[in-house]
């Protein structure tokens, strides 16, 4: 039963797409797009009931199911406000029916490829789904139909290029050494047969590997290409490419470490993790001082702190042990919702009406501001359970390397506070949008929720779960 499931999870999306393309109206399309989210994330809760079980392709593997759930629910959080902005924002012209279909679609897109990458077996099968959702979210972000944004997707394709290229030749040198010996190109027969294959190729591959998807995981020296994203004014679209697709990357970096460490022999990927994680923590910090206005009024710091939050999870898998590992977990699952809700927050609000929003429209002002405290790593919402839990790890295993931990978490926390000063201080803009109705946003507020029970009382159950990825 768990296979046609898998595979229901991963298709319907496309499926969606499919649809999607054949809507007349703005707001079908949009009312297609909440039943293929909603249906989705229901088929994925049913992955949880399937103990692991998969085809030949696709594998129910507990790390897989855990980030599917994510990812659908978030899909379904974002085609709700889609829907909302789409019918209200948008004149009735045939241009703007034709993009609304088009972005719709290629979200579903990213999703489905998101799903594949995350449930598959094999590798050759991660890497393809991975490149779909790149694919996907270059159009996505190039619908935005001006210069800005076209110049933006074209810098987002060439550096997702360079790392698919990247991870496609590991993927084939890794599949070589060990597919002779397990039979079978699977995470679990390569994990196998590692101990067997020869070290040096099994070395470069990984290698190759990790540089490859750490840039579609928004690691050095992917995170440039990302932060091209914060002139644009779409934040929608920056919930699911910033939030939800980097995290295919790390997923294939951790299933390679797991390949590797069945190989006493084979180089440890733990140091190269940390050096890439602090570096893009340290570095997607540096371009975040100043006072910013327009667009990039809030959108940039929030980009930098989700980059480097990603930076910090990679680090967190760099230590290694139990306890390490799950607060990385726990990283990568606060931080897309953490992200997920301030992209959301600022897609409600033009980027002309943040400065005083706090006093035009008090409901997305502090759900703005809860989440922005939330990426600071400042209690109690956010990411600030799973900072704790790598800073102790950090200091039981290597505290030299928490200084520079601090400074970029630190610096992190202070873009972000700085500009979150527009929304509680600066006078209120002339140009302000009506009121947002408590439809709109309680998928907010059910995602800032969420991350403040896992910060401050994870359940026991939850708290098992992730122990177990």
């Known amino acids: ?66 980030f599917a759930i994510l990812t659908s629910f978030v899909a379904l959080t974002t085609a709700w406000l889609s829907r909302d902005r789409t019918g209200r924002a948008r004149t009735e012209t045939e241009a703007d029916l034709r993009r609304g279909r088009c972005s719709e679609a290629a979200r579903q897109c990213l999703v489905g490829g998101t799903l594949m990458s995350l449930l598959a077996r094999e590798p050759a099968l991660s890497w393809i789904g991975a490149e779909i959702a790149c694919g996907a979210a270059c159009g996505l972000v190039a619908l935005g139909r001006t210069d800005g944004a076209r110049q933006a997707a074209r810098k987002l394709a060439l550096g997702w290029a360079l790392g698919l290229a990247l991870a496609l030749f590991g993927t084939v040198l890794l599949t070589l050494v060990v597919s002779p010996s397990a039979g079978s190109g699977g995470w679990e027969a390569l994990r196998s047969a590692a101990p067997r294959a020869e070290r040096g ?99 940039a710091p929030t980009i930098g702190a989700v980059i480097g939050g990603r930076g910090v999870a990679a680090f967190a898998f760099g230590l290694g042990g139990a306890g390490a590992t799950l607060a990385g977990l726990m990283q990568m699952t606060l931080l897309t919702l953490s992200g997920v809700a301030v992209m959301q927050c600022l897609s409600l609000c033009g980027a002309r009406a943040r400065s005083g929003l706090l006093q035009t429209d008090k409901r997305v002002g502090l759900s703005l501001l809860a989440g922005l405290l939330g990426l600071t790593g400042l209690p109690p919402l956010g990411v600030f359970g799973s900072v704790f839990l790598i800073a102790v790890a950090t200091a039981g295993r290597a505290w030299l390397l928490a200084l520079p931990l601090s400074v970029g978490l630190a610096a992190l926390a202070a873009a972000l506070l700085m500009d979150a000063r527009a929304i509680v201080r600066d006078e209120p803009s002339p140009l302000v949008r009506t009121r947002v109705p408590l439809s709109v946003l309680a998928p907010i507020w059910l995602e800032l929720a969420i991350t403040l029970v896992l910060s401050l009382a994870t359940p026991l159950a939850v708290f098992g779960w992730m122990g177990a990825l």
């Open 1 to 66: 039963m768990s296979a046609p499931v898998i595979a229901l999870t991963v298709g319907v999306p496309f499926l969606g797409a499919a649809l999607l393309m054949l809507a007349p109206p703005v707001r079908l399309a949009g009312l297609l797009g909440i039943v293929s989210a909603l249906a989705t994330f229901l088929l994925a809760l049913c992955l949880l009931r399937g103990g692991g079980a998969g085809g030949r392709f696709l594998s129910g593997d507990v790390l897989g199911v855990h």
């Open 201 to 299: 190729t099994l070395t470069i591959g990984a290698c190759f590997l990790v540089v490859g998807y750490g840039i579609v995981a928004s690691l050095v020296p992917g995170c440039a290409w990302l932060a091209e994203i914060a002139a644009e004014e779409q934040p929608l679209a920056a919930a699911l490419v910033l939030c939800v697709l980097p995290n295919v990357g790390l997923v294939a970096i951790l299933r390679l470490r797991a390949v590797m460490e069945a190989t006493p022999t084979a180089i440890s990927l733990g140091p190269v993790l940390i050096g890439l994680g602090l570096a893009s923590l340290l570095l997607s910090a540096a371009p975040l001082g100043g006072r910013r206005d327009g667009a990039r009024l809030l959108i």
